[in-house]
């Protein structure tokens, strides 16, 4: 596959950057030499390393108590990579294996997404039928400790991660509320990330939770099973990406090549020119040309962000919902001489009209509001505004505006049955709502401030398995990672 052969290349550029400190010279080349233009990868702050290389042997020598020479050189490779952006990160071989099963969708633990946070872990949202989601787990939560031990004096890589059966106690952060605890038994989790239904007669309804290895074939029977039920032909599909968190980039290019008979997809552009990729739609619509909708929300992000924009840019689908999380950005897993990878941000998402997604999201073309019935009135309002823009030290988005509102999460079946409606008479729900909006002020007699109250909105995304090659977390492999699934520290 073309992302695979752009994984490999893409690692072969930049591997000798990993190398190059065994065989820099001692002394940089002369500003007149005519060789001198030499590549960033051959340009080795070398007074830098010494002073590191100081540093490094005061603590070796002085620090109070010893230190493993391999804890030291992987916290210091850690900090190397802890400000450059959220999403750039270092694995130690069980983090790069644990990696590696997200995207296959079986490992062992309570079935939830994370961001590491300063002494607590975020959820980004509880996986569908997981045992965290059954626990009452949601997003927005800190888990400030596990099984009493704070998160911030776990060695753990995986702390949520266990044998099938065995039980773990989160401690959770809640705002508005006292930290409490959560008994969860951990499970074989499972994630199916399709799943599909009727919901009126010709009109179908697909969910992708998030994208895995098999998510493209699964679409492809989903849809099948649709067709069959409804005569052999669908008058409309509902393609519902909330809170998918993204996946694999070859399972969103997949479905979206599946609805597209021709157009782009998505293309990648980085520093270097390897970087740079893109990738087009073949002949072939599931659908034969029936109508799509797609649902978005704050928890879709990254390769959900890439398929709802190539399905818009293309003309083939409408977005009804919330703004996307704003996840753009492309990271490459480079492996190391003992075991571990450094998962490095390498290239930005544009869309086929060639509009970053980074710290942008995608805006949908019918905005929905959340149910104030469905929102949990535990929800701090501090949590509103919750984004890849929002996160500390992201990616500048080239199309970033300061103060650009983040989206919403909406949860339970009403945003479905908006876009149902909105794919049998397009333009009806974006009508409804200006005339419920224009009738209001007539309608009550409360003052404006009261007129209409403030929705409640919630948090979510970016890192879940990922990578562009059929096996994601390995060795080259490209990805649009969102949150890691019950990442460490």
Do not use: C
């Amino acid at each position: 596959m073309r992302l695979a052969r752009l994984s490999a290349a893409l690692l072969f550029a930049l591997s000798p950057a990993l190398s190059l400190a065994q065989t820099a010279p001692d002394k940089p080349a002369r500003a007149d030499d005519p060789d001198a233009k030499e590549s960033v990868t051959s340009r080795v702050p070398l007074d830098e390393i010494r002073r590191f290389v100081s540093v490094y042997n005061a603590v070796r020598a002085a620090y109070v108590d010893p230190v493993d020479d391999k804890k030291l050189m992987q916290s210091a490779v850690r900090g190397l990579l802890l400000e450059l952006d959220p999403h750039s990160t270092y694995f130690d071989k069980e983090d790069a294996q644990a990696f590696d099963e997200q995207a296959t969708g079986a490992y062992e633990g309570i079935g939830v997404e994370l961001l590491q946070e300063d002494n607590a872990l975020k959820v980004v949202s509880p996986i569908d039928d997981t045992p965290a989601a059954r626990a009452g787990v949601k997003a927005g939560d800190l888990i400030i400790a596990i099984d009493g031990t704070p998160i911030n004096a776990i060695d753990a890589s995986e702390p949520l991660r266990g044998k099938a059966g065995s039980q773990v106690v989160l401690t959770i952060a809640r705002e508005g509320q006292k930290p409490f605890d959560v008994t969860v038994v951990r499970e074989t989790i499972r994630v199916t990330s399709v799943r599909s239904k009727m919901l009126e007669p010709g009109y179908g309804y697909v969910r992708i939770s998030t994208f895995q290895a098999d998510t493209g074939a699964d679409f492809q029977k989903h849809v099948a099973q649709l067709q069959a039920q409804s005569g052999g032909k669908l008058k409309g599909l509902v393609l519902d990406l909330r809170s998918n968190p993204g996946g694999l980039l070859t399972a969103a290019v997949q479905v979206a090549d599946d609805l597209l008979e021709r157009g782009g997809i998505v293309s990648t552009r980085g520093r270097i020119s390897i970087s740079d990729a893109k990738f087009d739609a073949t002949p072939g619509d599931l659908l034969n040309g029936a109508p799509v909708v797609v649902l978005t929300d704050a928890g879709s992000a990254s390769a959900s962000e890439v398929l709802a924009g190539a399905l818009r840019d293309n003309q083939r689908a409408r977005i009804v919902g919330s703004r996307s999380f704003g996840k753009g950005s492309v990271q490459t897993v480079l492996p190391l001489d003992n075991g571990d990878s450094v998962k490095l941000t390498t290239a930005r998402y544009y869309t086929p009209s060639g509009r970053s997604i980074q710290a942008t999201g995608i805006v949908p073309d019918v905005e929905l509001q959340p149910d104030p019935a469905t929102v949990p009135k535990d929800i701090p309002a501090s949590l509103a505004d919750y984004s890849e823009a929002k996160l500390p030290g992201h990616l500048r988005g080239d199309d970033e505006a300061a103060g650009s509102k983040a989206g919403v999460v909406l949860s339970g079946d009403g945003p479905i049955q908006s876009a149902l409606q909105e794919l049998k008479h397009p333009g009806s729900v974006a009508a409804a709502a200006a005339a419920a909006a224009k009738a209001r002020p007539a309608t009550t007699a409360k003052p404006a401030a009261e007129a209409k109250p403030a929705a409640t909105q919630t948090p979510t995304p970016d890192e879940q398995p990922a990578a562009g090659a059929p096996q994601a977390g390995k060795p080259g492999t490209v990805e649009p990672a969102a949150p890691a699934v019950e990442g460490g520290k």
